[in-house]
């Protein structure tokens, strides 16, 4: 056999060695053509250098072109024209470096609709690489109605801002006095340290302030017994009747459970500032233990989600809501023996659902306001509609998922009010064991039952304390996983979007 016999022997060969990768490529290539060509979503394919080679049905639906028009064209025909600059640098830099930025993240942009049209869009990124030839593949939503809607909501609050300083600038006059009047009693407040409460309760340093009221360190005159007393301080420079109410709730609603903060008297001193009278907490806030670190262990951060389910319960179970939920609203306390002791505070907000009387005011908040802390508030209740003890496990699962993760749950970028209300309502969380793999997936779907959008979804206070417990059993029994540090601080979101509880339309 003489050297040209060889060299068509040796090509026949590689012929023979192409059909057969051309045939092993050909299943999973029409499997992926079949799923993609029925996508909801729109499935575009280009090469390394920006020529599509795939654009489903969905793509033609987005978009308005047909496959026939794309196929072969270039993905800048999408591109606004002021982003495609921006688009080949990042091809170059990306072939030149091998960092592909956008691949793996979910991000938004703008296309272009036949005749020019832009709209905003949703777009998630993978490469893959057939032979030598490296290929980009994007699932890309239209969020155009999204957009609206958010533009919608946004239009409705800036109304209803502008209606509200519009009858603010109608009453100036009567707020003037009533300023007036909170700055005095304020300045009575602050000169309480030293002085007693109607004979009865010596009044020490400051240990605390809150939204409407200051919390001072003092002593049971008649038992010597120390003491917690929080004394009414106006809010934001004035004194409304809705501040009062709110504030002598908290001592009327009284939920039986050694894991909420006691209240032991309140009333009105002789002086005329309300005031309560609570036990005496040693230690510091979830969100002061969070700031300070070390993060937890995951077996730790389970037991207080269970302890403070459990105190959720007992409230529900007597007809109140606590709808306020979060680190700042949860104690560390250190008990005579040195043990760590979880406390619930603040009822101050909370709402009776049943068991009222007739006549009494149920809902203190004022038509239009909802009452809590944006980054917590479960989405039924910024809606306007009906809501039950499931919005406060919505609040404990936001909570537990920071805590676990060290991330919130509604992929925040920024840290406004704004941002939150709208995540509540139109993000869905990411999965607890997508963000850190290493979780138990019976907590991971614990989680996500607690973030359901529905809240016919979630299991009620109950039902949580029994898997809570369940889960904390199992996590128990592996010592290596109980001992897990958790994420709770690695990325600073006990720095809340806000430090005091708001009240937003």
Known sequence: MDARDDLDELAAL???????????DAGPAARFEAVAATAIDAIV?????????????????????????????????????????????????????????????????EGLRRGGARFPLELSLSTWAHGDARHFTAIVRDISERKQAEQQLRLYV????????????????????????????????EALPGNEIDGRYALHERLGTGGFSVVYRGTELATGRPVAIKVFRPS??????????????????????????VVLDFGVARSGIPYLVMELLRGETLADARRRGPPPRLGRVLAIALVVAEVLAAAHADGILHRDIKPENLFLHRDERGQEVVKVLDFGIAKF?????????????????VLGTPRYIAPERLTGAEYDGRSDVYSL????????????????????????????????????RDVDPGLPASLSQLVDATLAKDPAARPDAEALVVALRELLAEVEADPALAARLTRAAALGVAETLDDERTESG
């Open 14 to 24: 590689r012929r023979e060695l192409a059909a057969l990768r051309a045939e092993r």
């Open 353 to 369: 659902v049943r068991g009222v009387a007739e006549g009494a005011s149920v809902d203190l908040t004022g038509a239009g306001h």
């Open 236 to 261: 934001g420079g004035v004194i409304t009747s809705a501040q009062l109410a709110r504030f002598g709730r908290e001592g009327e609603w009284r939920i039986r459970h050694p894991n909420a903060a």
């Open 45 to 109: 394919t280009v090469d390394s250098a920006g020529v599509i080679t795939q654009w489903n049905r969905s793509a033609e639906r987005i978009f308005g072109r047909t496959a026939a028009e794309m196929l072969g064209a270039n993905i800048t025909e999408i591109i606004p024209a002021d982003l495609r600059e921006a688009h080949r640098a990042g091809l170059v830099r990306a072939r030149d470096t091998g960092d592909y930025r956008v691949v793996g993240r979910t991000v938004e942009l």
């Open 397 to 432: 699962g936001v909570l537990l998922y920071e805590l676990v993760v060290g991330v919130s749950p509604l992929g925040l970028r920024g840290r406004t009010p704004w941002e939150a209300v709208t995540q509540h309502m139109t993000y869905q969380p990411r999965s607890l």
């Open 158 to 189: 800036e109304e209803l801002a502008r209606k509200n300083a519009e009858l603010e600038r109608s009453h100036d006059e009567l707020l003037r006095s009533n300023r007036q009047i909170a700055q005095l009693f304020s300045a009575v407040v």
